[in-house]
């Protein structure tokens, strides 16, 4: 999987040996101008915007975030808790599967409530109020992801009702259809899909309160054609009657952090080999899922080449294969670009690898603060 991000900004000045290794530097600059530009589009298009939180949780940035959008989006009531205690706003929760002994509290807790199947809601009917708006995720039966075990649209997904088998039946008690289907992608696989959804489901637009365009819109990139946008949700809007919301959630932290790493060994082995105290499988685990191989700040277009991988036991944590910008010797910074999203929120501690910590920094004033770190007991507690 190719990823478009990796401008290095502000950090292309930032002294590496400022923080401990490994550690995530997230700079707030670059967050509110990702927000400043999501608010304008929600102002001239008349969206509603929702943060993401599988994306980014970084609850230190919640009054940031909630200066500039709507409120947020969950995926089951953990994030809906952590919505709750942290941010402002609406809470639209929305699970494949959710759990009977879970749904009180998440009624209680969401403004939303979005089902992936008629099935699911129906099971839990009982549970509704009037207060709550109810949602059903669809399927649009469109692909139109770059790999197939990411597109939400792919033969077999689990995520989304078919639309071809959507009934009259099973809209009754819904307030609004959800759709994601996108993964870093522009304007014009939205504008195909919605071309290709609009006719199976233009005869409901009448009872309906809402369509949810979900997430995977790289709107805060510099080439997105946010203009496009703008006009295609307007025009949506008028043609349907309907609010509309987007639920960005790479975009709120594109480019947005860096995660710090070192050297810890060097050797040859027909390549020349580093260990380093980053892990492809216990910190950035979508370099192994997606996979994909994130871009290094500063590195070198010619020079020696280093293959890069984590300390534990796997012998598939390899991030991959870099000319860095220092000696490839014990104890040498470097660090990985665009790793606020995704990264932060899916580290473990598998064969008891340390977690990085987590540091705030304001490219404009400089000022840099410790928000987490992390403990031993991170990985003894998880355990029994």
Not at 39 to 47: E, I, L, R, T, Y
Not at 55 to 84: I, N, T
Not at 125 to 151: C, M, Q, T, W
């Amino acid at each position: 999987m190719e990823t478009r991000a990796g401008d290095p900004g502000a950090f292309a000045h930032f002294d590496l040996n400022r923080v401990p290794s490994p550690a995530f530097v997230v700079d707030e600059v670059v967050i509110r101008r990702n927000l400043a530009i999501l608010a304008d589009v929600k102002a001239q298009s008349g969206a509603k915007v929702l943060s993401a939180m599988k994306a980014f949780s970084m609850w230190e940035l919640a009054p940031l975030v909630g200066e500039y959008l709507d409120g947020v989006c969950s995926s089951g009531l953990w994030e809906s808790r952590l919505a709750q205690e942290k941010y402002s706003g609406e809470i639209a929760t929305y699970c494949a599967g959710y759990k009977e002994a879970d749904m009180a509290e998440i009624v209680a807790i969401s403004n939303h409530i979005i089902f992936n199947s008629p099935r699911q809601h129906r099971r839990f009917a009982s549970f509704l109020n009037d207060s709550i708006d109810v949602g059903l995720r669809i399927n649009p039966e469109h692909a139109e992801g770059e790999v197939a075990k990411y597109d939400p649209c792919s033969a077999g997904s689990r995520l989304g009702f078919p639309v071809s088998q959507l009934l009259p039946e099973h809209l009754e008690g819904i307030s609004g259809i959800h759709f994601h289907t996108l993964c870093e992608q522009d304007f014009e696989p939205l504008q195909r899909t919605w071309q290709a959804l609009k006719p199976k489901i233009a005869p409901y637009f009448g009872q309906l309160r809402w369509l949810n365009f979900g997430g995977g819109h790289h709107i805060t990139r510099a080439d997105y054609q946010r203009e496009e946008l703008i006009e295609f949700i307007k025009s949506v809007r008028a043609e349907t009657g309907l609010d509309v919301y987007l639920e960005p959630g790479e975009a709120i932290a594109l480019d947005a952090g860096i995660l710090v790493g070192e050297l810890l060994d060097v050797f040859n082995n027909g390549i020349t080999v580093g260990v380093a105290d980053i892990s492809a499988t216990c910190h950035m685990p979508d370099v192994i899922e997606a996979p994909y191989r994130p871009a290094m700040l500063g590195e070198r277009e010619n020079g020696p080449i280093i293959r890069i991988g984590g300390p534990s036991c796997l012998a598939g944590d390899i991030i991959g294969d870099y000319r860095l910008p220092v000696a490839a010797e014990p104890g040498a910074r470097f660090a990985f670009l665009d790793q606020a999203h995704y990264s932060m929120v899916k580290t473990n501690t598998f064969n008891g690898v340390p977690l990085p910590s987590i540091w705030l920094w304001n490219s404009e004033t400089d000022a840099l603060k410790c928000v987490k770190s992390f403990e031993w007991t991170e990985f003894r507690d998880r355990l029994s």
